[in-house]
C-alpha cells in the first residue's frame, strides 16, 4: 500500500455524509483551518454555529473496533498512530476552548446516522433559518421529506 495514494480530504464517508447534510438543506464549509494551529482544517465547518464535525479514518486515528498495526516498522506505526490520536484530543480541546461544539465520527459509522447527529445539534441554528443561503428546492420526482428531519438521540461518547 502506498501511503501517498490513501487520501486525507473528501474521503468516500466524508463525501457520504456531506451529501445528506447538504439535501437535509445544511451549508457548511470544508477543510477549515484552525485558528492557533497550524496544519489543522476541520472536516465540515458550521461557523454561524461554531459546529465542527471530524470523519476520522479507523486506520490513522487508531479506532477502537477496527485499528490495525503493520507488522514492518511497528515501533514507527505505534508511534505515528498514538500521536494522531493526542493530536485529536487537543484539537477537541483547542477547538473547545474557543467555544466550538466538536462532533467526532468514526469512518465505519453508518453516513445516515453521523449526518443524524449534526442535524440534531443543528436544529436550533436550522430552525432560525441561520444555516442555508437559499431556499430548498424539492424536484417533483421525490415528495417525501428529507430522512433526516427527525435526528437519533445524541450518541454519548
Given at each position: 500500500?502506498r501511503?501517498?495514494?490513501?487520501?486525507?480530504?473528501?474521503?468516500?464517508?466524508?463525501?457520504?455524509?456531506?451529501?445528506?447534510?447538504h439535501?437535509?438543506?445544511?451549508?457548511?464549509?470544508?477543510?477549515?483551518?484552525?485558528?492557533?494551529?497550524?496544519?489543522?482544517?476541520?472536516?465540515?465547518?458550521?461557523?454561524?454555529?461554531?459546529?465542527a464535525?471530524?470523519?476520522?479514518?479507523?486506520?490513522w486515528?487508531g479506532?477502537?473496533?477496527?485499528?490495525?498495526?503493520?507488522?514492518?516498522?511497528?515501533?514507527?506505526?505505534?508511534?505515528?498512530?498514538?500521536?494522531?490520536?493526542?493530536?485529536d484530543?487537543?484539537?477537541?480541546?483547542?477547538?473547545?476552548?474557543?467555544?466550538?461544539?466538536?462532533?467526532?465520527?468514526?469512518?465505519?459509522?453508518?453516513?445516515?446516522?453521523?449526518?443524524a447527529?449534526?442535524?440534531?445539534?443543528?436544529?436550533?441554528?436550522?430552525?432560525?433559518?441561520?444555516?442555508?443561503?437559499?431556499?430548498?428546492?424539492?424536484?417533483?420526482?421525490?415528495?417525501?421529506?428529507?430522512?433526516?428531519?427527525q435526528?437519533?438521540?445524541?450518541?454519548?461518547?
Amino acid at each position: 500500500m502506498r501511503m501517498r495514494k490513501q487520501r486525507s480530504r473528501d474521503t468516500k464517508p466524508e463525501v457520504a455524509v456531506r451529501r445528506l447534510l447538504h439535501s437535509a438543506g445544511l451549508r457548511f464549509r470544508l477543510h477549515r483551518h484552525i485558528p492557533g494551529m497550524n496544519r489543522s482544517t476541520i472536516d465540515i465547518a458550521f461557523p454561524g454555529p461554531h459546529v465542527a464535525v471530524f470523519i476520522d479514518g479507523c486506520f490513522w486515528h487508531g479506532c477502537p473496533e477496527h485499528a490495525t498495526f503493520p507488522k514492518a516498522n511497528s515501533a514507527f506505526w505505534r508511534e505515528k498512530i498514538d500521536k494522531n490520536a493526542l493530536r485529536d484530543t487537543r484539537t477537541t480541546a483547542h477547538l473547545e476552548a474557543l467555544g466550538w461544539t466538536v462532533l467526532r465520527f468514526w469512518e465505519h459509522e453508518a453516513p445516515e446516522y453521523v449526518a443524524a447527529q449534526v442535524v440534531a445539534v443543528l436544529r436550533p441554528w436550522k430552525a432560525q433559518g441561520a444555516l442555508t443561503s437559499y431556499p430548498r428546492i424539492r424536484s417533483s420526482s421525490s415528495s417525501a421529506p428529507c430522512p433526516l428531519g427527525q435526528a437519533a438521540a445524541p450518541r454519548q461518547a
